[in-house]
């Protein structure tokens, strides 16, 4: 793993929360554990982690409200939401994906580290480099951006990149910029 992550662990039960704080500890990340949603709401805001792993059903607030209250925050509403059920219902899964959870799965259906090895995954595919063609809207593209026509960097000449990164999978947005990947690197 590149970087130590941020989780932020939300559930009641403090025995599958203890659990899964030890498994990610274990590999690298940063734990902070929260017992439901509110409490969840309130450490997300206070330390805006990399990613938010949540129960379903839990008192005060749930996680469907935990994720529609992340996403009415400015700072907290690009923070990646896996979500986990106890119970398997169908309906759960298919409102998880509705209100923009990015992995869901059911408890028992796979093991505690094939959740840490989905959750590093959102990190490893979430940003995507596109060298640039002359192809479709190109040149205007380089028109509106002032780039050279050549697609080439200023400053060391090598091809331009577009760096596209995941903010809603479910709606197919991204955030985008165009780099060098040369100068980049420096």
Do not use: Q
């Amino acid at each position: 793993m590149k970087k130590d992550y941020k989780i932020l662990i939300v559930d009641d039960d403090a025995e599958a929360r203890s659990l899964y704080v030890e498994i990610f500890k274990s590999e690298g990340f940063e734990v902070t554990e929260a017992v439901d949603g509110i409490d969840g709401m309130d450490k997300a805001t206070a330390s805006i982690p990399d990613v938010i792993f949540t129960g379903i059903i839990m008192p005060r607030m749930d996680g469907f409200g935990l994720k529609e209250a992340l996403a009415k925050n400015v700072a907290t509403s690009n923070i990646p939401v896996v979500m986990s059920s106890h119970m398997g219902r169908e309906e759960d899964r298919k409102k998880a994906m509705e209100v923009g959870v990015r992995d869901f799965f059911v408890v028992g259906m796979i093991t505690p580290r094939e959740v840490v090895s989905r959750i590093l995954d959102l990190f490893s595919a979430e940003k995507y480099r596109l060298y640039i063609s002359t192809k479709g809207d190109v040149s205007r593209l380089v028109r509106d951006l002032r780039l050279k026509g050549d697609f080439s960097c200023v400053v060391c000449g090598d091809e331009l990149a577009l760096d596209l990164k995941i903010t809603n999978i479910e709606k197919w947005e991204f955030t985008g910029k165009i780099i060098c990947p040369r100068c980049e690197a420096k």
